[in-house]
């Protein structure tokens, strides 16, 4: 330093305080002092108004659509202008990805097949954006530190961005922003969204109601109470893979998708006209990664082909936008203090059994009248 003081960055802790150039040491940005080893100084920057973050989203940048992100995912009632403004912004831009939802009971391998998956969509020259719908997660964490560790290779392409559940709650809360994150993601150039779900009933409906096509990976053996033979899952799926049709367990995985194949015979399809076929696959040894693919491919030529996508889509948006009307209506309806009181007052009567649930219902819905 020519003045020959250390400003109070630049002085290592080790230099006494207002100690002259005798020490010629400084800090420079990028560099810890505490373990020698080189850190990214993270300074962060002041976030820009909504329309200068959403043309940054639109221009491609990573950082930008992650910070678009935060602001959309947030629960504070002060963010919801800016994210509301983003949103209008980019919303024009989006739609054209391929959405694909993946689900499967946990432990089937999601997280594996989508680390072979979206390192093979990379290299073909995709950009791929890769969400995860869990609100178990948002409890335990668990998923998403599953995630890191599983799609190692995956997080570090320049054409991926992975991004883990939103934390903060019900499914609900957790489907609103899931949705918004696609449309986010679609205007920054995303042209293949992969969705994880976990195959616990609630959030795969959900996540089915947001995709266009919807994979269901099952394992050999694990019995059909646990992957939900029962007909419902089979039906909302678009494409079935056996994973982890590997080692030992080659044949049972074949054995496993023959017999599912006879079996979705049976039921009625996700997607008009569609029979889902059911294929093998091994996450872990990248096998069965370009037949799916393939299968992708198909089923979008079908949909595309019929206009099934384009109905699917509108009847998506349609009940996306009832729910929320129906969802916001409740809230605040139930906000109002006198609608509080009342509620309390009635639910009392209702749990001890001098008032019928219906009557007590009425009564509560007499206040929608009130200002
Ligand atoms: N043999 C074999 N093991 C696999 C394969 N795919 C995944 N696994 C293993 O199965 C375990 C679970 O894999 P994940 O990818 O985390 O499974 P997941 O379905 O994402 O799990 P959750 O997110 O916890 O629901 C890991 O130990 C993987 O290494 C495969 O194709 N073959
Ligand atoms: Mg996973």
């Known amino acids: 330093m020519s003045s020959g003081q250390h400003s109070k ?11 002259g150039s005798e020490f010629t040491t400084t800090v420079k940005g990028g560099v810890s002092e505490k373990s020698g080893v080189f850190v990214k100084k993270r300074r962060r920057l002041p976030l820009p108004p909504p329309d200068e973050l959403a043309k940054q989203v639109l221009s ?5 659509l992650s910070r678009a992100i935060t602001l959309i995912e947030s ?25 694909v939802g993946i689900s499967g009971v946990p432990g089937a391998g999601k997280s594996t097949f989508i680390e072979a998956l979206g390192n093979y969509l990379c290299d073909a ?3 791929v954006a890769v969400l995860a719908v869990d609100p178990s997660s948002s409890i335990s964490g668990g998923s998403i530190l599953g995630d890191k560790t599983r799609m190692e290779t995956l997080c570090r392409r320049e054409n991926c961005f992975i991004r883990p559940s939103p934390s903060g709650g019900a499914l609900g809360g957790v489907t609103r922003k899931t949705r918004e994150t696609i449309l986010t993601c679609e205007a920054a150039g995303y042209d293949i969204l992969l969705i994880e779900t976990v195959g616990v009933g609630q959030s795969e409906i959900a996540v089915r109601s947001m995709v ?6 099952q394992i050999a053996g694990a019995g059909d109470e646990l992957q939900g033979m029962k007909k419902g899952i089979f039906e909302i799926a678009d494409i079935i893979v056996v994973n982890k049709a590997d080692g030992d367990n080659l044949m049972r995985a074949e054995a ?4 599912f194949e006879r079996v979705v ?13 059911v294929l093998t696959a091994s996450a872990i040894e990248r096998k069965g990664i370009e037949e799916f693919w393939s299968a992708v491919l198909r089923y979008f030529e079908h949909v595309e082909k019929t206009g099934l996508l384009v109905e699917r889509r509108a009847m998506q948006a349609l009940e996306w ?41 009425e009564e509560l819905l007499e206040l929608i009248q009130a200002p």
């Open 9 to 19: 960055e630049e002085r290592p802790s080790w230099v006494p305080e207002g100690a």
């Open 60 to 64: 491609g940048d990573r950082a930008a």
């Open 75 to 99: 629960n504070s009632p002060a963010h919801r202008p800016a994210a509301r403004e983003i949103l209008n912004y980019l919303t024009p831009h989006s739609g054209k990805a391929r959405r």
């Open 125 to 127: 020259g995709h950009r």
């Open 212 to 217: 266009d096509c919807f994979l269901l990976l």
């Open 256 to 259: 496993t998708r023959a017999e």
């Open 265 to 277: 015979r049976y039921l009625s399809p996700s997607t008009e006209g569609w029979t889902p076929p």
């Open 321 to 361: 936008w009832k729910a929320l009307v129906e969802q916001e209506l409740l809230q605040r309806f139930l906000e109002r203090a006198d609608v509080a009181r009342k509620a309390d007052e009635l639910a009392d009567k209702v749990r001890n059994g001098t008032l019928a649930p219906s009557l007590a219902a």
